[in-house]
């Protein structure tokens, strides 16, 4: 049975870093596209990074801000975000495809066959 477990999630200052952590065990994930989402209070999820193979692929509200990155030997997913503002509180999710997806699919969420149980992030001062 394929999980996978968020960690790194917390509060922080605007201007401040968290690291996220995803650690999938179950199944390798290697050759698949992996990402991170996230949900708002009032919002639809929405993705926010992820990876095909080694190239990455981040939304505009997070680009130059957030960096993914996947440990194929440890099978896991990381999101390192720097430059933290208060819109980006919400819940993060990590997921996990059964495909190599394309570029233009990556980014919804019907995509995802596996999904972790979601880590709160909060930006406040």
């Known amino acids: 049975q394929v999980q996978l477990v968020e960690s790194g999630g917390g509060w922080v200052q605007p201007g401040g870093s968290l690291r996220l952590a995803c650690a999938a065990s179950?199944?390798?994930?290697?050759?698949?596209?992996v990402a991170w989402f996230r949900q708002a209070p009032g919002k639809e999820r929405e993705f926010v990074a992820g990876?095909?193979?080694?190239?990455?692929s981040y939304s505009d509200s997070v680009k130059g801000r957030f960096t993914v990155s996947r440990d194929n030997a440890k099978n896991t997913l990381s999101l390192q975000m720097n430059s933290l503002k208060l819109e980006d509180t919400a819940v993060y999710y990590c997921?996990?495809?059964?495909?190599?997806?394309?570029?233009?699919?990556?980014?919804?969420?019907?995509?995802?066959?596996?999904w972790g149980q979601g880590i709160q992030v909060t930006v406040s001062s």
């Open positions: 990876m095909r193979w080694t190239m990455s």
């Open positions: 179950g199944r390798t994930f290697s050759r698949n596209t």
């Open positions: 997921a996990f495809s059964s495909r190599n997806l394309i570029l233009s699919t990556m980014t919804s969420e019907n995509e995802y066959d596996y």
